[in-house]
């Protein structure tokens, strides 16, 4: 197997974070909004401010694909890429490390400012659980939508990859307040993990990082680029 070219991946990698830079702190400003209404702990700002962080972190996830991966495709941008002296692991590493740091920005910014707002507001605390639950659904639809789109050319079975696992996430809100084990914690003071959430949890985790493994492996077996 060949070494990996790591100063052209790191290039590459630095390339798409310069690209998005300004339209993921446009994300972050959207989600601080969105936190700000969460923090008035009013039913209308609650609701409001849930939607609002929802579609930017959704919003989040596509652009970043979607303009990293699809567009690049369509604009024949690649061509670009094959002239440097890159392996199709390097170019799958590069896109690989390249959308997970551009989602996981604004992604850990927002999930650790969810946080510090239930926390130090008279929200439930118990909607940390119920936060991270949701954050880590959202985790593992862009890690389904990113390995869709490393692996697939097809712009249609991309876009309907990342619409189809995002518009689980209602499905998932729905489930998760179906058991009651989980929403009591999420109405309650205090901060539990119980077997089913630790269940979730681990599962969502183990199926985001099985994905990328899979899709890697997939790679590593290529001799071309798509």
Known sequence: MNSLNIPVIKRLIAKDWVLF?????????????????????????FYLGSLLLIIVLVAASCFSISTSLVNER??????????LPISPL????????GNLITFAVPFL????????VILFTPLPDGLVVYSMLLFGHILMAFCVSLSVAMAVESEGWNIF?????MVMINPFIMG???IESISAI??????IFNAPVIAILVTQLVLSVALLCLTGWVHCRKTAFY
């Open 74 to 83: 369509r604009d024949q941008t690649l061509a670009f890429v094959m002239s």
């Open 161 to 165: 990859a990342m619409i189809s696992s």
């Open 186 to 191: 999420a109405r309650g003071p205090d901060i």
């Open 90 to 97: 390097d170019f799958y590493l590069s896109k690989l490390a």
């Open 176 to 178: 998760l307040g179906q």
């Open 109 to 116: 910014i927002l999930a650790v400012g969810t946080i510090a």
């Open 21 to 45: 830079q300004k339209q993921l702190a446009a994300h972050v400003l959207a989600g601080a909004f969105a936190l700000c209404l969460l923090g008035l702990a009013k039913p209308w700002a």
